[in-house]
Each structure stands twice: as C-alpha cells, then as structure tokens.
C-alpha cells in the first residue's frame, strides 16, 4: 500500500546492480514531476563530467494526481542533454504515470553503466537486473514486444526502450514508451545507451485507499466533466494536433523547406484533414485520459506484384507532419509514414530527424556537404534518401555520419551554414515561425522546446490583443513558471485549460496536499529559478544564443522580423527574469 | 428486470481506463485501477486491439455454484449478488470463472466481482459499455 504523504525515491546503481529505497519528506514541497525531478536531478548532476558519462543520473518522476484524475498521464525525465549539452528534460505519457503511481515510487533515479546490456523490471516489491545482450540492436517494436511476452503487470506496465540510435548515443537519440510515446528531443536514448540500458519495465499493481472517497468522486466528476462534455479539449480529441497544418500554412507560420517559406503549397494533402479523411483508423488514450488524441493512421504498402500488401499502423501528429513533411517538402501522407516509421523503430527524435535533414539538404545545394561523403543525395521530397541517410546517421560510418549524429547544431559549426541552421540554444525548433514570443522562448526556455513557454501561442494571442513587446515577454516568464506547476502535478499540457488554481487546489485535497494559488505561484517561480541556476552550472550561456539569419529572413505570421527587436525583448527578459 | 453489462464496441475503446477507475472508486474505495471488476487490457501491444474481461452475467453462474458459504448468490437475470459479510476468501470462484472476470484481492483476501450496478458505464467517453 502507497503512503501519499511521503517521497518515496527509488535509486538504481546499473554497475553495481544495487537499488536504495530513500523516504525522502524533505521534497515533500516539490510534489513531484518537475519540481522533484529537478531537485534530485540537482543533486546528483556531475557538473564536471560529460553528459554521457556514467556518473550521470537520469531522474524519472511522477506526480500527486498521477493517473487517479482525469489527464494527470505524465511523468518527466530531467537528465544532461548530449543533444545541448546542458538541461535535458522530457516528458512522457501512455501508461508510464499509472505504472509509476501504483508501483510506488514517485521518482526512479538510475546511475552508472551496466557491464553488458541489461534491462530492468521495475515492480512494487521486486527489482531485477535482466540481461538485455539478446534485444540489443533490436528495433523499438520487436523490443517492445519481447519485453511484453516476458514481463510482469500486463496491463499496468509501462514499456520504456532504446532503438538502435539510442544504442549508437546519436545525439538526439529518444526513449519509445509503450510504442506510441516518447521521452524525445533532447537525447534521453543516448543516455540509456551510454548505460548499456536497453530498456525498462516498470509496473504497478497496488493498491490505495482513498482518503475521503465522497470528496474525491465530487472532484474526479467535475474535472471528468470539463474533460468529456465540454469543448475545451474537442480540438485534441477531433482532428488532434495535425489540424494546425492547414492553419499554420494559410497563416504564413508552417516552416517549409527549411523555412525557406513559410507556408507549403502541398498543405492540403497532408493536413490533418486529409490524414484523418485518409488513413486515420483510431484513436488511443494515456492511461486516464478520456480524452484520446493519440491519432493512428495506417501505412498500407504493396510490397511485391500480385496484390501483396503490408500494414504498419502509425501515430501522426502535427509535429511528425511539419518536420518529416513540410520541412522536408514531402508533398504524401504515405511519404511521411515512411519516414516517421523510421525513426519509430531506429528510436530517434522526430522533430530533430528533420530539422537536420532539412538544413543537410540546404547545406548539400551549397556545397558544404558532398554526395561522396553521404552517399546519396539529400533532396526535397524525396523520402527514399532521407531514410537511407537518417540509416547512415545511425550507423555512423564516416566522420561526416559520426558529426550529423550529434545534432544540427553542431553539424553547422563545424562545416558552415549557421545561417540557415534552425537551431535556438541548439536544439532543433518545433513547427512554429511565429515571431518573436517563438524565437525568445525557444532561445530562453529551459529547455529550448516550445513546450517550455508556448511563445509561438502568445505570438498569436499578442497579434490578436495587439500586445506590447513588454506584454509578450511577460507572458512567456509568467507562462513557464506556470508550465512549472503542471509539470509538477504531471498533467497533461493539452489540459491546462481544465487544470485552473482552483481545479488543482482542489484535485491536491484528495491525497491530502493542502495549497492555495499563491502557494502554486510560488512553487513554479521557485522551481523556474531552481532550473535557471542549474542549467547556468551546466554551460548554458545566454549571452551566446545564435540566431540564424533564416529566422530573419521569412516573414513570421505576415511579419517581417528584426534582430534589433529581438534584442530589445532579450535584455528585457534577462532583467524581469533575472539571467 | 436486472441488467446485465455488455461491451459488444471494444473497437471504439481507446484504452482510457477511466471505466476501471470508476468501478475502482466506487465499490472498492481505491485509487488502484488494479481493484476493478472490469479489467481494459491490449493484447498484442497497443497497435493491436484492446479487449476486456467482465462478467458475463452467466444466468447460471459457476462462480456461485461452487460458492460453499453463500456470498455469491445466482441473480435472477443473470450474474451475482456478493455478500462480502459472507465471504470466507477461499477464491473458488476466481478459477470457476471461465471467463476470467473474477480476481481475488490479495490485499482484502477477497474476490473482486462485477455486482452489475453500471457505474463504470457512466464514465466511458466511448459509448463502449452499456446495460441491457
């Protein structure tokens, strides 16, 4: 049975395959998810030491209201990036947060290297050391389903593992849970892979009494209410995410052809519409949500004469579709599947897998890059190559291969072209050209992911309420503190809209959590803070922040940006933000 | 007339589990899904299909057949009645259920078992559940 009103932490030493349990009250404060991932995390980091280095810890955490309301389906991964090389930090959801809870532990801290390949099971009275040498190599799927023939919890389990770009510590290498989520952008995989930990089995069977079951039922309905018969999530649950191709496009603010453009003259044929009028067969949930945005669509592909079909059934969402397709000028659905089920099974970020081909594109029309040293060459719309050279940056077999495996960044540093590199704080940008609220909160977010502030949402929020350059970056500092506090809980950021200071007030109640909505204030500027000085540890350097003179050169939103502005708004978040 | 659950739209089920939560809630009085008498699990992985273990609402039910000390009692219109005063935990109906709807709680020493109230239904964003 769970005790709620204590931090109960597990610690995972791979090398000498010894675990501690910790009771840890004094992080009671923090909850859980972000706020407790970022306090062990700091407290484990070896800041003199290499992100891939075996001293380094990845923390896993989940949260108060995990899987018992409505969308708390998260937990957080808080680790260095080999990506960045300073604050890695990714969420996850599917069955992770229930698997969590109901095994116990509201944060799982794993250490060390392994000897030889291993998995873990991870239960509520039992963790073993499983010898993971016959998966190694293996792709995320045939992993996954071999770990699901062996492992205890079915149904209550939570399936994490590496491809083989995590094995090979490609940069942006990211974790597959439960096949159709990640922990993705910022390299999670490769430190797995540098631990020679293919893989986790975490499940969850116990029990927990409910405290004060009429209260909690008065709760759990409301918010289940908002969530199902209301419109507030209609948008995820309906077309998803992929509904804002045709929009972005038509609004001038979908990045095309390595934001060569900012809208793609294809759109229509692979806009959300057109995925769920065409391929869409079902939709999935996270485990406790009703809501269900998890978009399946099926990849039907005649494999030889004689009507010989294959299926493969594939999850599309608006950021697979901008940064495999309009990016990429890929112009089918059916083009696109095959690149996102690519890098499903190799086990690599998305968004990044993108962003680098796009810009290796770019980079091969200028003469940065030959075909000698690539073997095939990189062409718009051509999925066929890109799958042969995101192979390649999997197996690495040149310098060249071994360079674009550490990311984009550091590909244009050393070769050129920074100027079309779309990379802030160089993690590859997400599907927005905005404007600045984007531009700034990716540069300035901790994690440089739009997930971190929104700001391409307040570009558009400031557009509409004519904001002042102040109002915006305002927002974005008052928006990520705030994102602090969900992350915290672990809830779902499609839900921010159900989950109000009073909602969560009341939600924290029910497992005996006491706070007010300055209490929730506070504890998101103190973990904003937290975070700020634990990355500046780690190298981040806010004075150094390359903007490519692409971001400068596409109109954002039908706006022509300047650097002069953006630094105007810079020295202004640094002093409100205190960086 | 008592009515009996059905899920005949498991293929609109996306696997939320809020049914499970429900009924978890409700009659056991825990958050553990792992508590519920109505079991969502995939088979196959989550690209596959999800399917679901309830009761069948036998109207000559095993479970009560060999239930020696009268907690589970043959309803009318089919399914149990469980008197859980009654219930000496020996879990002779957990392996009498052919369908696997019976798990016995090793935490209470007791079974769980469908009592066929219909709570879980009203939680089910999907129009999967219903009563007939």
Redesign the interface.
């Known amino acids: 049975?769970i005790n709620t009103s204590t931090i109960r932490v597990l610690e995972i030493d791979l090398a000498e395959k010894k675990i501690i349990v910790q009771e840890r009250d004094d992080l009671a404060p923090f909850w859980g998810g972000t706020g407790l991932a970022t306090s062990l995390f700091a407290e484990y980091v070896a800041y003199d030491k290499d992100p891939l280095d075996p001293a380094q810890p990845i923390v896993l955490a989940c949260g108060p209201l995990s899987?018992?309301f409505?969308m708390a389906t998260k937990a957080v991964a808080v680790f260095r990036s080999p990506l960045t090389g300073e604050w890695g930090e990714s969420h996850a959801g599917?069955r992770i947060a229930?698997a969590m809870?109901?095994c116990g532990f509201r944060a799982i801290i794993i250490r060390g290297k392994a000897e030889r390949p291993v998995f873990l099971t991870i239960g509520p009275n039992k963790v073993d050391f499983q010898d993971g040498t016959p998966l190694w190599g293996l792709p995320t799927?045939e992993t996954?389903?071999i770990l699901?023939q062996i492992s205890p919890g079915?149904?209550?389990r939570s399936c994490l593992r590496i491809g083989p770009a995590g094995e090979k510590q490609v940069a942006f290498a990211n974790v597959n849970v439960?096949?159709?989520r990640h922990f993705g952008r910022l390299g999670l995989g490769a430190v797995f892979g540098a631990k020679l930990l293919k893989a986790m089995v975490i499940y969850?069977?116990?029990?927990?009494?409910?405290p004060d079951?009429k209260h909690?039922?008065e709760v759990?309905d409301s918010i289940?209410h908002l969530a199902?018969n209301t419109d507030i999530m209609e948008k995820y649950h309906g077309l998803g995410t992929s509904g804002n191709i045709a929009a972005l496009s038509a609004l001038g603010a979908l990045p095309t052809e390595n934001l060569r453009k900012n809208s793609f003259h294809r759109s229509s044929a692979i806009s959300g519409e057109a995925f769920a009028r065409d391929t869409l067969v079902?939709?999935?949930?996270?485990?406790?949500?009703?809501?269900?945005c998890i978009h399946?669509g099926v990849r039907r592909k005649l494999f030889a004469p004689g009507h010989e079909y294959e299926a493969a059934?594939i999850s599309y969402d608006y950021e697979l579709i901008f940064a495999l397709g309009s990016l990429l000028g890929i112009t089918t659905q059916e083009q696109i599947y095959d690149l996102i089920e690519y890098v499903e099974m190799s086990g690599m970020d998305a968004i990044t897998a993108g962003v680098l081909l796009a810009w290796l594109t770019e980079a091969y029309q200028k003469g940065i890059v030959t075909k000698e040293e690539l073997g095939v060459e990189p062409v718009f719309n051509n999925e066929t190559n890109y799958i042969k050279i995101l192979e390649d940056i999997v197996n690495q077999p040149n310098t060249l291969y071994r360079l674009l495996a550490c990311g984009t960044s550091r590909a244009a540093q050393e070769l050129g072209g920074q100027e079309f590199a779309l990379t802030l704080g160089n993690n590859e940008m997400a599907g927005y050209h905005t404007g600045y609220a984007n531009l700034l909160g990716l540069s300035f977010g901790t994690r440089h992911s739009h997930l971190d502030n929104a700001g391409y949402s307040i570009d558009q929020k400031a557009l509409r309420n004519n904001y002042s350059l102040e109002q915006i970056v305002r927002e974005i500092i008052a928006e990520e503190k705030w994102r602090n506090v969900l992350n915290s809980l672990c809830v779902c950021l499609f839900a921010k809209e159900v989950y109000t200071k009073e909602n969560i007030c009341a939600a924290l109640s029910c497992v005996g959590i006491t706070m007010t909505g300055e209490d929730l204030d506070k504890l998101g500027e103190e973990i904003f803070y937290i975070k700020n000085r634990t990355r500046l540890k780690l190298g981040y350097n806010p004075n150094n922040i390359n903007f490519a003179d692409r971001f400068f050169e596409t109109s954002a939103l039908g706006q022509e940006l300047s650097r002069q502005t953006l630094n105007n708004m810079i020295a202004m978040y640094r002093s409100l933000a205190r960086i | 007339m008592g009515k009996i659950l059905h899920a005949d739209q498991m293929k609109k089920c996306i696997g939320c589990y809020s049914c499970m939560l429900a009924c978890a809630r409700t009659i056991q009085h825990d958050f553990s899904p792992h508590k519920a008498a109505i079991q969502i699990r995939s088979v196959g992985g989550l690209q596959s299909r999800l399917v679901v273990d309830i009761c069948r609402g036998c109207t000559d039910p095993p479970c009560a057949l060999v239930c020696n000390c009268g907690a589970l009692n043959a309803r009318l219109d089919g399914g149990v009645r469980f008197h859980k005063n009654k219930c000496i935990g020996c879990g002779n109906c957990v392996e009498a259920c052919t369908a696997g709807a019976i798990r016995f709680d090793e935490d209470n020493k007791r079974p769980i078992v469908c009592i066929q109230c219909g709570t879980c239904i009203k939680y089910c964003p999907h129009e999967v559940l219903s009563m007939t």
Not at chain 1, 204 to 210: F, N, Y
Not at chain 1, 282 to 292: D, E, I, L, Y
Request: with cysteine.
């Open positions: 049975m899987a018992i409505p599917m229930i809870r109901f799927d996954g389903r699901r079915r149904g209550f439960d096949t159709y969850g069977d116990s029990s927990e009494p409910i079951v909690y039922k759990y289940y199902v079902r939709k999935v949930a996270c485990t406790g949500c009703p809501v269900g399946i059934y």
